[in-house]
């Protein structure tokens, strides 16, 4: 079973540009996370989707936000770029709440 | 709200040595907990759970005990190797929000010495 895939791994983007990252998740994981992880805050979530629907939300402003297509696959999109926007993106998949989370490699991104 | 606290790191060893790393949680209800492990450059790969109080998860020499009573599930292996260097977040499933999000711990980093 192939696990979950993120793209692109390595981004540089300019502050005030907005970029999409992609999400490929487990096969039959409905469910998709997102979170920002950074030296100085750690692992911070930024919104779950389950069946097309953003169930749960973390304390991210508006320029982030996300969605989900019919075959699970998820993309988040930050829009106008902050230099502290840059960190390791990765994504989750799960089969259902309260189980464990299989995470991509992540996409690096770097706001200049 | 529900919350991990790991061992501030980071932790040094020399090869074999016997390795803690203590967590302990917040919760409401009985969440699933687990140890997830990230090398340099990577994701994050899940090390081991447990489900239910008393349960036990092992993988790779790795154990962690789920201990309600004390609300902890230290990391123990008995022999590092230098191949165990990482970063190790223990973390817990939200059932407050009864969706898929985990909640993590600050992480531990592990570097081992030959």
């Known amino acids: 079973k192939a696990g979950v895939t993120q793209t692109p791994r390595y981004l540089i983007k300019t502050r005030g540009q907005q970029v999409t990252l992609s999400c490929s998740p487990i096969?039959?994981?409905?469910?998709v996370s997102w979170y920002q992880q950074t030296p100085g805050q750690g692992l911070q979530f930024l919104f779950e989707y389950f069946s097309e629907t953003q169930r749960n939300k973390g304390n991210f402003p508006g320029r982030f936000s996300g969605r989900q297509f019919s075959n699970s696959r998820s993309e988040m999109n930050v829009s106008t770029l902050e230099l502290g926007d840059s960190a390791l993106y990765l994504c989750a998949s799960s089969s259902r709440v309260n189980t464990e989370a299989f995470f991509g490699q992540g996409t690096r991104l770097t706001v200049v | 709200g529900d919350s991990v606290t790991q061992m501030e790191g980071p932790v040094t060893l020399s090869e074999e040595a016997f390795l803690t790393i203590n967590c302990t949680y917040t919760?409401?209800?009985?969440?699933?907990l687990f140890w997830y492990v990230q090398y340099p450059g990577e994701g994050l790969q899940l090390l081991l759970k447990a489900t239910k109080a008393d349960d036990k998860g092992s993988n790779k020499g790795f154990e962690a005990t789920y201990r309600k009573e004390t609300t902890s599930f230290h990391l123990e292996k008995g022999s590092v190797q230098v191949s165990d260097s990482a970063v190790y977040f223990c973390a817990l499933s939200d059932l407050t929000s009864n969706t898929g999000k985990l909640i993590f711990g600050q992480g531990t980093t592990l570097q081992v010495k030959p």
């Open positions: 919760a409401t209800g009985y969440p699933s």
């Open positions: 096969s039959g994981h409905r469910s």
